[in-house]
Nanobody, 126 residues
Framework: QVQLVESGGGSVQAGGSLRLSCAGS????????MGWFRQTPGKEREGVAA???????RYAESVKDRFTVSQDNAKNTLYLQMNSLKSEDTAMYYC????????????????????WGQGTQVTVSS
């Protein structure tokens, strides 16, 4: 049973930084992808950043050069370093996992992921 637990959310002023973590358990796949998605009330969930087991990454245009996704395979943990935060980054952030090979264009497609964490809230005040 795949389980994902996010942490690291909180409140920060614009221009600040946060690092989100997603601890995964219950899987031993050699090929997989993991991603960060975010959602605000009334809007669809959007892909923020993702990485696969081969180290390929993909970022939403809105976070390029500000956010960095990384993983610690030994700890089964996914990270999202968020710098230069803006008020529009305010959202619930979710970690997602999908075993197998996902095309690069699909890394930020939420419908391709079957396993999700409960989310962690990020609030950026201006």
């Amino acid at each position: 049973q795949v389980q994902l637990v996010e942490s690291g959310g909180g409140s920060v002023q614009a221009g600040g930084s946060l690092r989100l973590s997603c601890a995964g358990s219950g899987y031993t796949y050699s090929s997989y992808c993991m991603g960060w998605f975010r959602q605000t009330p009334g809007k669809e969930r959007e892909g923020v950043a993702a990485i696969d087991s081969h180290g390929r990454t993909r970022y939403a245009e809105s976070v390029k050069d500000r956010f960095t996704v990384s993983q610690d395979n030994a700890k089964n943990t996914l990270y999202l370093q968020m710098n230069s935060l803006k008020s529009e980054d305010t959202a619930m952030y979710y970690c997602a996992f999908e075993p197998g090979v996902v095309p690069l264009f699909g890394l930020l497609v939420s419908a391709l992921y079957n396993y999700w964490g409960q989310g962690t809230q990020v609030t950026v005040s201006s």
